[in-house]
């Protein structure tokens, strides 16, 4: 057994609320790591704990841990990590800094401003294996280059040596349970029975019920003693989205009889009874799908997909995997605009999106529709067309929710072409300060924070703001026109009925104005961003205010009578490789990153 090399890995705590997902990357590697001769590694879950930055870094210093792995998955978590790079590295200069995840698009900026020594470049098992060999071993930096998968500084410059070898598909997710402590455990497997009832998660278990305990069938209130958790069964996608980041290439899906293995011992070890497949590209092989199929329904399981192309089924598939135990199947629909579709480079139509909704809804399972706001190229009349596609989906049945929509605005992330594009465009700056300001900025924010979120799109920023507000009025106004007033309004306001205009202004219930008098807010979808222009005028004053008008009515204007600056709606990857001359700028080390996988 190698000795010598003791680790602790740690998640950063982003967001409001923890992620109820299993740390499965850093398990994946502490796993690898173990069975490399080098078990001394820990878990600090972070993101489930949420210590204070003081008690997180003196738990770091009483550690002491040779290597400080810092799991970044996604790239809005750079202000955390710098921080708690920058920090032990003050506290404790020898301990090696490890960043993996998608935030290693932004290795130089890591490597330069956030005084990490290593970034792992794709999957993190083998790489991080033959870094602690070299660490151990004490062999010169030179040697480092035969490691693929790593990004790091020698004399000043980034030296870049590959991605990672992929694993097979057999070796994929592989974990180790027993890191999990018992606090991490109970918020990664649930009790099903501590759902409240008009939860989503409750409804997408139990799409029949309609919110209430009482209707549960007993079969399934026998359920509510279980546990639920998520896994996946693949890793990759069929697709390149261009808002999206690839690190890993292409999709590997695991053997039928490996994921049953693994949901068995879920099942007997922790009690799981429901099951949340977090792939991001669920059911892509239709002999896998009906395999699987076919494998897990004597298991008597409830599951739920995450995420599935609406290209990828059919009625007779949704039946099979209903048949199964599948409650739930959520669609990257992303746009109803077919332009914006191409943009995105999603490989989609309209009519695969719609038949998949209906299907779906039709079958008796539920399913949210998910759609992206503020692509380049987005207008008035493109969000319009995606706001009357998500408003057929959810007049599709009475058992639809109005609420029960995900909505988030584009956002540019590291490694994505989106990202790129705007780099290329002048929103994003092309120096190391500026990207790195650009990375504080959306640092801890989602999609949807209008604060922090770039306005890809030539619309001024006050109609780019109300387009999910025509969204939401155009739903309103359907679900009343097919289901009726009664079930609208009980629907949104429950048994004490549509609340009276006087209380909603005393309020001042934006939203509830929205829900309550759904037909004026439709018909006054088009200049919804009004309501912004008091408050610039407030903040800004009086001539700022005007100005502001100024611009969004002559935008208005000009989309109305089609004299907009044309945009050519062709794949963004498409531009970059064809169309603009500084596309994918930087330094050799750092362009394969900057594409992605």
Known sequence: ?????????????????????????????????????????????????????????????????DVLAISAPVSTSYEPCKFFSLETKKRLPETKIVVGGNLT???????????????????????????????????????????????????????????????????????????LDDRCFNHSF????????????????????????????PADRDRLTKRFTYMACSKGCINRCTFCHR????????????????????????????????DECFGASRKWLLAFCEAIKPLGLLWKVGGMRSDCVTREIISLMKESGC?????????????????????????????????????????????????????????????????TCMTVARSQRT????????????????????????????????????????????????KSALNFTQAPREVWLSWTLVLMATIYHRYKLRFGPEHYYNEQFGAGGRPSLLQLFKNRDLDGLFKAFPEVAYRLRGILWLRHIPRIARREGIWEGFR???????????????????????????????????AYFGTPEMVSLRKGQ
């Open 403 to 450: 609420s029960r929509v995900s909505m988030t605005r584009a956002q540019a992330l590291p490694g994505s072409p989106l990202y790129e594009f705007v780099r290329s465009t002048g929103q994003i700056g092309q120096t190391l300060e500026e990207e790195e300001e650009y990375l504080l900025r959306v640092s801890d924010c989602d999609a949807s924070d209008t």
């Open 327 to 391: 409650r739930s199947i959520n669609y990257g629909l992303e746009s109803g605009s077919q332009p914006i579709l191409n943009v995105m480079e999603k490989h989609a139509s309209l009519e695969d999106n719609l038949n998949a909704v209906r299907w779906t809804i039709q079958s008796g399972l539920s399913t949210v529709p998910q759609v992206v706001l503020g692509m380049p190229g987005e207008t008035n009349s493109t969000v319009q067309e995606t706001s009357e596609m998500v408003a």
């Open 190 to 217: 649930r009790r099903i029975g501590d759902l409240k009832p008009y939860s989503l998660r409750f409804s997408e278990f139990f799409p029949y019920a309609e919110g209430r305990i009482e209707n549960l069938l």
């Open 105 to 179: 698009a932004s290795a130089e900026i890591l490597l330069r401003k956030a005084g990490v020594d290593f970034c792992v470049l794709g999957e993190g098992e083998e790489a991080s294996a033959s870094l602690f060999d070299w660490i151990a071993s004490g062999q010169s930096t030179e040697h480092l280059r035969h490691i693929r998968g790593l990004a790091y500084l020698d004399n000043g410059r980034v030296v870049n040596t590959g991605y990672a070898r992929p694993l097979s598909k057999e070796k994929i997710w592989r974990v180790n349970w027993d890191f």
């Open 1 to 65: 057994m190698k000795t010598g090399v003791r680790s602790l890995f740690v998640t950063l705590p982003l967001r409001g609320e923890p992620d109820q997902i299993p740390p499965y990357g850093p398990l994946a590697v502490m796993r690898a790591l173990s069975e490399a001769g080098y078990p001394d590694t820990d878990l600090y879950h972070m993101d489930v704990i949420r210590p204070s930055r003081d008690h997180a870094l003196k738990h770091i210093e009483n550690l002491a841990p």
């Open 548 to 582: 502001a008008l100024w611009k969004n009515l002559s935008y208005c204007l000009r989309h109305a009578t089609g004299t907009t600056r044309p945009f050519e709606y062709k794949s963004l990857r498409k531009k970059l490789d064809k169309d603009l001359e500084n």
């Open 247 to 278: 690190f890993v290439k292409g999709i590997r899906i695991q053997p039928v009889e490996l994921v049953i293995q693994r949901i068995r011992e879920v099942v007997d070890r922790f009690d799981v009874g429901a099951l949340i497949f977090s």
